[in-house]
């Protein structure tokens, strides 16, 4: 969804909108992975006018993801909270004065690009079903979150392989 800023860019310097628009994103795609959008509300934003082509760009939103558990591999829905504050310039501004600004397109601010963005740098870095989660057992894959599997999971030091050799050659049979 493209939204026109060329009136504010030509507004007086202070002049201030407020919007709310629902993006149309549906799922979302962080590029090794794709999260489904469960629940969205409208992203409120607030543009002001920070002077000749130059407006800032403040918003907030809450978005709800189908993600996993990094540990035991459940469905969790992940809460994000979105607050972001961008400044963009027209493209009348000199390129030095424009920073990365790939949401961009001429006069036209892609909430799209920019939400996506947004949920992209709030991601967590790990996703848990709950704080104590203990993952799934390495042998037989069961949830240990139900009970104990029985497997054996003890994995030696491979730094004392030397010392467990030398104790090995010495046993008597």
């Known amino acids: 969804m493209l939204l026109n800023l060329t009136e504010l860019f ?21 590029g090794t992975e794709s999260f489904q959008i469960l629940r969205k509300t409208p992203v409120t934003f607030v543009f002001t006018n ?7 760009v403040e918003g907030e939103a809450e978005v709800v993801l ?12 992940q809460e994000i909270e979105l607050s972001f504050a961008v400044d963009v310039v027209s493209p009348e ?6 920073d990365d600004q790939t949401f961009m397109e001429g006069y036209q601010l892609n909430v799209e690009s920019l939400f996506s963005n947004e949920i992209l740098m709030s991601l967590p870095t790990k ?3 709950r704080p104590d ?14 009970g ?13 392989a030397a010392i467990k050799d030398i104790f090995n050659a010495n046993k008597e049979v």
Request: aromatic share 2%; proline share 5%; net charge positive.
């Open 127 to 129: 996703v848990l079903c």
């Open 148 to 160: 104990e599997c029985g497997c054996d999971t003890f994995v030696p030091d491979p730094r004392m």
């Open 93 to 98: 501004v000199p390129l030095e004065e424009a």
């Open 66 to 77: 189908g993600m996993q558990c990094s540990r035991c591999l459940k469905d969790v829905e």
């Open 50 to 56: 920070l002077g000749k082509g130059k407006v800032r």
């Open 10 to 30: 030509a507004c007086q310097r202070g002049h201030k909108e407020k919007k709310e628009i629902v993006p149309e994103l549906k799922v979302f795609a962080d």
């Open 133 to 146: 989660c203990k993952g799934i057992c390495r042998v037989c894959g069961k949830d240990l979150n139900l």
